[in-house]
């Protein structure tokens, strides 16, 4: 599936629609370049899933927890592990195999660790304002 988003209002309907794409798959990785709009999105998406607190990047924290209608959501941010021993430290299984819903960026610095079956949103930068939102099943 691929979706023009051309301005920031528009990234609601893109999450509802994701949701719907996703159906019961809990693991969501982002792929795309830095400034593509990944973490913008992630914000947009969990208030869509009925998070009401602030959502921030998880950049030093490598993750952060929030609690839903339905249960746990991660967001994590593998930009600045320097190497997968940091993921094993964080206890990563639990967080990939525990049932909650996991939102990844930088996901292939821990690609070897990934579940077999997410959901891939690839996001491409068009212009300043102009992305385009791929979603895939692996």
């Given at each position: 599936m691929?979706?023009?988003?051309?301005h920031l209002t528009e990234l609601q309907n893109v999450a509802h629609q994701l949701l719907a794409f996703a159906g019961n798959e809990k693991?969501?990785?982002?792929?795309?370049?830095?400034?593509?709009?990944?973490?913008?999105?992630i914000k947009t998406f969990c208030k869509v899933l009925g998070i009401e607190e602030t959502?921030?990047?998880p950049t030093y924290s490598i993750v952060n927890e929030y609690e839903s209608p339905d249960?746990?959501?991660f967001h994590f941010d593998f930009y600045r592990i320097k190497d997968i021993q940091e993921?094993?430290?964080?206890?990563?299984?639990?967080?990939?195999?525990?049932?909650?819903?996991?939102l990844i960026?930088?996901?292939?610095?821990?690609?070897?660790?990934?579940?077999?079956?997410l959901v891939k949103i690839e996001i491409s930068i068009v212009?300043?304002?102009?992305?385009?939102f791929k979603f895939s099943r692996a």
């Open positions: 691929e979706i023009e988003v051309n693991i969501f990785i982002f792929e795309g370049d830095m400034g593509a709009g990944k973490t913008t999105f959502v921030s990047s249960g746990a959501v993921a094993f430290d964080l206890g990563y299984e639990e967080y990939f195999f525990g049932g909650g819903i996991c960026e930088w996901p292939e610095k821990v690609e070897e660790l990934l579940p077999e079956h212009d300043e304002s102009k992305r385009i």
